[in-house]
């Protein structure tokens, strides 16, 4: 079955430091990949997707991902954190065929501190 | 920037009630969805609507569940009969051509069910 994992439900990080925010995926095939910032009471926003054959890819607010082929993985980081970016995240997979749906992870709650 | 808009953003309905969620995708896209969260928790797909009907449905959109594009612009979610299990945040999202084209969401609208 295709799936989305995100192995934390939380994340603390103190302000300044370095956050890595993990996703894995298992996936036949080279899959659309994305990640999500949401807000409280507020949607799903994105934040950035995989640009085949950028292992480091960057987005929006100073996050970037890194993606790994031989692990499927594609985990967000950022090299200093800031309070404001305290939210829910959300890794997302788009199969590379046969169906047109987005799969989320659970999501991962990210925490910093100041 | 272009924007998913939805209405309304509460909607408190008694058991067994029809409710009707109206959504404007963003105008050039091409590829509708209705996702549901369930207390801030996971982001569960409903249905994906192209070219004027259901390219794919998921297993909780059951016959009380329709959609529809009346007019160009606006993509409805009807629930016939609500349940108390339907209570929810119901989130419309739209995407462009291409399958890396990432999702655009809504801000949801809230959905209590008594």
Redesign the interface.
Known sequence: AQSVAQPEDQVNVAEGNPLTVKCTYSVSGNPYLFWYVQYPNRGLQFLLKYITGDNLVKGSYGFEAEFNKSQTSFHLKKPSALVSDSALYFCAVRPPSGTYKYIFGTGTRLKVLA | EPE?TQTPSHQVTQMGQEVILRCVPISNHL?F?W?RQIL????E?LV?F?NNEI??K?EIFDDQFSVERPDGSNFTLKIRSTKLEDSAMY?C?SSGQG??S???????TRLTVT
Do not use: D, I, R
């Not at chain 2, 801030?40 to 982001?43: A, C, L």
């Not at chain 2, 990432?102 to 949801?108: E, I, K, R, S």
């Open positions: 998913v590829y969805y996702y801030g928790q996971k982001v797909f994906s192209y390219s794919e998921s989130f999202a399958m890396n990432p999702l655009h969401f809504g801000n949801g």
